[in-house]
Structure formats: C-alpha cells, structure tokens
C-alpha cells in the first residue's frame, strides 16, 4: 500500500495529495472472457486521472468496478486507505463516489433542478417519519440542499434550463446536467465515463473548462474515461493506458506520448 | 324535463361517488408499477386481505384459528377483546408493511431483471397465495366491516335537492366519506413524491433504475416502501368496499373493474388512475342509465368499461396521461 503523505506538485503548480482510491491486481471476467487483466494503479486526491485506450479495451468495465456496478473475480479495492469489501453501487455511491454515464443516465421525467436534487440525496439524513410529516429538521435540510443545488447549477451555467424536464434537452446539456448531478453529491471521487463522448468541438471545449473548474474550485478529484486521446492529454494529470483489458502505460500524459507500447496500441502494429 | 334532468345529475353523481373507488385501487397498480415494472395482480386481493385483517383484529380474532385448533384440539377463537378502530388500522398498517417486506425479500428480490411476464406471473402466484393465507388467518365467512363511519342516505343533500328539483337526490353518506378520503390519500401521496426525500428517491426509481444506484438510492428499500404505500391504498380501499358491500371474495374482483380504468389513464400516471376511474364510474353508471336500461335490456355495467377499454387501445393505446410510445427507428 501506498504511504498517504505521499503527494507530488503538477506541472501548473497544484498539489496532489494522498492516494484516495487504489486498485491492486483486479481482475474481472465476463464467462469466459477476461475484461480486465490483473490491473494494479492509484487515484490520488486533487489530481484529474483518465483511463484511456482503444475501443473494448476494458475502461469502461474499469470504472464500472470502482462504481461498484461490477465484481472483479481477483484483486482487491482500497477506498481512503483500507479495503473496501463488497457493496451495492448505491453503498459506493453513499461513500462518496459519484459517476456519470457514458450513455447518459439521467431522470429523464424530472427537472433540472430535481434530477440535481437526487445528487443531494446521501446528504440528507431526516428519516421516513420527520421527511412524510415535514417535522424536525426536514425543512431546513431541504432548504440547505436546495441551496447548494443551486449553487452547482450556477457554477455549471445551467441556471436558463432549471425547470426544463430533462428529456427536452439536447444532448450536450444532459451531459452537463449529468455532471451536476454527480457533483451535487459533493463526492470525494467523481468518475466520469466519456464526458465528451458524442460532442462537437465547441461542446468538448465547454466540457474541458468544467471540469478543469469543478478540479480547481472545489479540489474534487476526478476519474474519467475518454478515448480522445488530445482532450485527455490537455486535461489530466496522469494517465492509465489500457488494451485488451491490460495495462500498457501509466504516468503522466508526456511520459505516455512517448510509450512504444501506447504508440502502437493507438497506430497500430505490424506483426512479422 | 327537469325530473330527467335532476335523474341524470343523480347518476352522475353516483357515477362519481363509485369511480373514486375504482380510481383507489387503480392508484395501487401505479405506484407499482411505476416504480418496479411489475403489474401486480395481487392489488384486489391485498384490499380484500387488508380487511380482513382489519376486521379480525378488530374483533379480536385469534389468527389462524382453525389451523391452531385442528392441531392441538383445543377451541379457541376470539382473544375476547374488541380494539378501537383507529388503533386497529394502524396495526393493519403494520402488517400490510410487514407484507410488503416478505413480497420483496422472499419473491421479487430473486427476480430483479427478469421478464414482465415471469414478474406478472409472480403475482398471480401471490394473488391465490394470499388469498388462502387470509382464509386461513381470519376464515371465508363473509364480514361486515364497521369502523364506524356514516352510513345511509344524506338528509341535507336530499332536502335541498327536493328544494331546487322538487325531488331528492340519493346520495349516501359513505360515499361522500370515501370521496373525501380518497382526495385526502391522493393529495398526500402526491405531496410525499413531490417534497420528500424518500418520495424523490421513488420518482428516481421510476425513471432510472441505474442512475438512481448512481446518486446512492437503495432499490430494495424503495421497493418496499411502494409495496407498503400499495398497502396502505389498499387497505382504504378495503374499508371502502367493506363498508359497503361486506367483506368478502369478490372484493378481490374489483381489482379487474381497475384494469379498464389503467388502460383509459395510463398505467404510468397517478393523475390518470383518478381520472381514469372517475370516467368508468360516471361512463357506466350514465350509460347505463341513458342508453343501457331503456334500449338494451340493462345489465351494461358489467360489461361498458371493458368497452371502452377496448375502444382505448384501438385509438389511444398509451391511455390518456400515460407515457408516450415512441419508436425510433
């Protein structure tokens, strides 16, 4: 295990603090297949970590572990320095560990400003009684979250679309509403499958600045996905490549640029 | 004509009075069925064991006496103590939760993800299941459920009907009771989805199995919580129809009488279970009144909401407030 002082400086002069997620020798199999090979790498508090790699190389299946969503057959996942034994997703999610969809998974039937609500809902703590009879401290709690519902949706620019059903909007800004959700929680590890999946190139830019913002404003540390090679690059702060469920490079983006085994991945190699 | 005119009125009326309690057990469907994708058959039986249940523990009847008796020889029957009637609902209460929390840990738990059909016959299993249970529990006898409210004609409405038509409506008072509680039950359960957190979380459910695992939402918990709500409608349901025509089986018929009402308002819509049901209870009882009686012999009641149903699906499959079906290509 990892010494949890342990930190480093980015190169823009941020501070990266200890490992809050570490992933040892995992391993998950789908029947017979093999989705992801014994992968060991760590996710340290403040920085902006992405997993990247080809199509069908197990990223996604990655994060779906970290989310709890699935169960690898080996290895074993530390959460803030101990074991995590195994959980629902929606326990993962109560621990402070939020996510967004590649596919987007939103309430489609709700409100902006309901669906950003729902990422509030591990932080209220009133009971089935005090919440039917809108006794105790119910009312202030929903008057609390509500604020800081709020304040998300200002930071993310989405205040015009607060009232606006989800399934009215266009893809881009269910992608941003999305991420509201997952911040709302006010996680301490947000992943995020494919931001930019499916964008266009002002959309991508948009979504770049948000997530740099949401790293700088509120020190959130983020897990993302994306096989977008420029915009991760430009993004992150270290990078784990993967192929064919292994892992073939880990480091900083310069340090993966200049990986044989990254290069070829991507390009492809001749096998004589 | 005003005497026709004053006859219609009164049928309308009733046709109200008798659509809020189609419209109760429809309400039952719903909040299942949004939130699980399971149509619960069992809806009409559950009313039925509500009340009975409500009754037994009124009375003070030893559950299970027959079984108890066959067994050890002994002839007991009644505890000899008659509990209020408000102290009897909320242990009904009780059990209906208690209910809810078996279907879920001992049946739907082991089905999440399969097939409508398999989860729809599922309840049926539990339909019959609980059916026999209730038999067993409190017996087959037919009971009249009287938790004390009023019963009978409505004195001021017939006056002053007499007054303005020259003759009086018959409304009965039992009616006006369920109406207003039934507009009491909607108002709440609206206001707990809406402004609760629980009732948030339940929405979400609905809408997004997986998104609501994502933001921490358990769904084994708001399973249960809709059972139980399902419960709780039905057991005013149960007091409704008890009171009125007795406790017994066919309470558990009127289940199907809320199948029509599901396909005019939409399986997805609580707003359009009420409206739903308000329709087929005005649509049956005008119907029968107007066009039924004088020209068809009678008897259309049994037979006009699956009428119009059918009518429904022909034209508007989707039900008046239901989800539109889309398909993209």
């Known amino acids: 295990m990892l010494d949890q002082t342990e930190g480093y400086t980015t190169e823009d002069g941020r501070k990266i603090g200890g490992v809050v997620m570490e992933m040892k020798n995992i391993t998950l199999r789908f029947g017979g297949v093999e989705a992801i090979k014994d992968i060991s790498f760590d996710i340290r508090e403040g920085e902006i970590r992405a997993i990247i790699g080809p199509n069908g190389a197990g990223k996604s299946s990655m994060l779906n572990v970290i989310s709890g969503f699935y169960v690898p057959q080996e290895g074993q996942v530390f959460y803030k320095g101990s074991p995590r034994p195994q959980m629902k997703p929606y326990q993962v999610a109560q621990q402070g560990i939020a996510r967004t969809f590649q596919n987007i998974a939103l309430f489609e039937g709700m409100s902006v400003l309901d669906n950003v609500m729902t990422g509030r809902l591990t932080k209220m703590k009133t009971g089935l009684w005090a919440q039917s009879l809108w006794f105790g401290k119910a009312e202030q709690e929903e008057t609390e979250n509500r604020e800081f519902a709020e304040k998300i949706i200002d930071f993310l620019e989405i205040q015009a679309i607060r009232k606006t059903p989800v399934a009215r909007l266009p893809y881009g800004l269910k992608k941003r509403v999305e991420l509201a959700r997952a911040l709302a929680a006010e996680p301490s590890l947000l992943l995020l499958d494919e931001p930019m999946a499916g964008m266009n190139v002002e959309e991508k830019e948009d979504m770049s600045r948000f997530i740099l913002d949401v790293n700088d404003e509120f020190g959130t540390t983020i897990a993302l996905i994306e096989h977008d090679m420029g915009v991760v690059m430009d993004l992150s702060d270290r990078v784990v490549v993967m192929d064919y469920g292994k892992k073939i490079g880990d480091g900083t983006p310069d340090e993966v640029r200049n990986n044989q085994d990254v290069i070829d991945a991507y390009l492809g190699v001749s096998h004589d | ?329």
């Open chain 2, 1 to 329: 004509m005003p005497e026709q005119l004053a006859f219609t009125i009164e049928v309308f009326l009733n046709g109200l009075m008798a659509g809020v309690l189609y419209a109760l057990v429809a309400l039952g469907f719903v909040l299942i069925y949004k939130a699980s994708g399971i149509f619960n058959f069992a809806q009409g039986v559950m009313a039925l064991f509500a009340a009975m249940t409500l009754y037994g523990i009124m009375n003070g009847q030893v559950p299970f006496a027959h079984l108890i008796n066959a067994i050890f020889g002994t002839d007991i029957h009644y505890f000899g103590w008659n509990i209020p009637a408000f102290a009897a609902i909320l242990l009904t209460i009780g059990v209906m939760v208690l209910l809810a929390w078996m279907v879920q840990r001992f049946i739907f738990r082991y089905l999440v993800g399969q097939e409508p059909i398999i989860l729809f016959m599922a309840t049926i299993g539990l339909a019959y299941f609980l059916e026999g249970v209730g038999d067993l529990m409190w017996g087959s006898d037919i009971k009249t459920l009287d938790v004390g409210l009023p019963q009978g004609i409505n004195i001021a409405i017939d006056e002053t009907t007499y007054g303005w038509f020259g003759y009086g409506f018959f409304i009965d008072n039992l009616d006006i009771v369920a109406s207003v509680v039934a507009i009491i039950l909607v108002a709440a359960l609206v206001m707990f989805a809406q402004y609760t957190k629980q009732g948030r979380a339940m929405r979400a459910v609905a809408d997004d199995h997986q998104a609501a695992l994502s933001v921490g939402v358990s769904l084994n918990f708001i399973w249960i919580l809709v059972w139980s709500l399902a419960g709780f409608v039905a057991l005013v349901a149960g007091i409704m129809w008890g009171a009125k025509s007795g406790v017994q089986f066919s309470l558990s018929l009127i289940a199907l009488k809320a199948l029509p009402v599901l396909m005019l308002g939409g399986f997805t819509s609580i707003p359009g279970a009420i409206i739903g049901g308000l329709i087929i209870g005005v649509g049956e009882k005008l119907f029968e009144f107007l066009i039924g009686a004088p020209y068809l012999g009678g008897a259309t009641e049994n037979w006009f909401a699956y009428m119009l149903a059918l009518l429904f699906l022909v034209f508007r499959p989707q039900g008046l407030f239901g989800e539109k079906i889309i398909e993209r290509v």
